[in-house]
């Protein structure tokens, strides 16, 4: 043999077979204890404060870790915390895939430079598909899906959905990203897609009906256990009187509350009875971040929600349904679709009441902003 430099004969064939050496492969054979092929979190921020979630990181662990859900969308109101679980999450659960990769969607790239970029990396840099099909592109993604274990987190997803049409609509130029969706959710692979936005793009929508183990998870605030290291951390000590009704009046919105702490301190001088004597405080910067999702909405979700806004208590579906739909040319479909729409998009909730009818409200927040906006008058 030229290889081994030994004489091959019928009774030392397998031993010299055994001595041949076995060519090197750019990807090392992956162990239990082995570390990762390949992270790159580079597009993730930088977490330095993080609250509780026990539940819910446990819950996205048992759907991407053990249950193998291929495609997950963690959605939510801005500023509830997505990104900061999404960060906490890759962190905890990272050991279990061969690579993982982040990226934003913040700046609102084409799905074509997503997918190439995707195929770089996870190719180890072996292939750079620049001109090719769309069609081709996916290909090429899921060939790489299905032969490692991957998790790819996309991060506001909403950056690249349509402002004021029916939820989930993509921008002119982003209807690829439905392909791309609809490729994770139906076909066979063995890795993870995990999206944060503050709406379920329409396929992620279809999906959760139609594909079993495509799942959603609509983030609430803290729960008030979980929120009171925050307010200590910003410097309002957990023993102060009013904490947990501070953070109640909040339901335990996290941007919400450091907004309401930075207020008591600067002009309340730390006393939170004093701060809770007026109305809720949101401040600049999340009417800001709201305004950004309300412009969204298409002018009947804004209708609804303002109608919601001025009720004093929670309004049945029975009662919305006879009050708008007494409107010219407003089908009965129309409102139940835009209820479904604001629910989706965390704007609007639920309880059930008078032997299980649904009634409608809002979070305090939401309703805060809508009324500042509607005695701006705008």
Known sequence: SDLTGQRVTKKNLRLVLESVPKPSSSIPERTESSPLFKLDLSDAPYVSDFYGRTNELAQLEQWIVTDHCPLVALLGITGIGKTALSVRLVEQIKDQFEYVIWRTLNHTPSVEELLSDLIQFLSNHQENPSSTTLDNLVSRLMYYLNQHRCLVVLDQVEAILDAGQSSGIYKEGYQGYGNLLQSIGYKRHQSCLL???????????????????????????????????????????????????????????????????????????????????????????????????????????????????????????????????????????????????????????????DMGEVFFTLDPVIKKYLNKRLYQGG
Do not use: W
Not at 257 to 286: E, M, P, W, Y
Not at 290 to 305: C, G, P
Not at 318 to 343: C, D, G, M, V, W
């Open 195 to 353: 999206l944060t936005s503050q709406e379920p793009p329409q396929e992620v929508k279809e999906l959760v009906i139609r594909a079993g183990r495509i799942r959603e998870f609509q983030l609430k605030g803290l729960r008030k256990e979980e929120a009171k290291p925050l307010l200590s951390n910003y410097g309002l000590s957990k023993s102060v009187h009013g904490v947990g009704q501070l953070i109640d009046r909040y339901k335990g919105h996290p941007l919400a509350l450091k907004i309401a702490v930075r207020t008591i301190q600067n002009c309340h001088n730390g006393k939170i009875s004093d701060f809770l004597k007026g109305s809720l405080f949101i401040g600049d910067v999340l009417l800001s971040l709201l305004d950004q999702q309300f412009y969204h909405l298409s002018d009947f979700d804004q209708e609804l929600m303002n109608y919601l806004a001025m009720a004093t208590e929670p309004v049945s579906t029975q009662h919305l349904l006879a009050e708008f739909s007494s409107y010219p040319n407003r089908a009965t479909s129309e409102i139940k679709t835009s209820l479904n729409n604001l629910l989706q998009r965390s704007l609007i909730e639920k309880n059930y009441q």
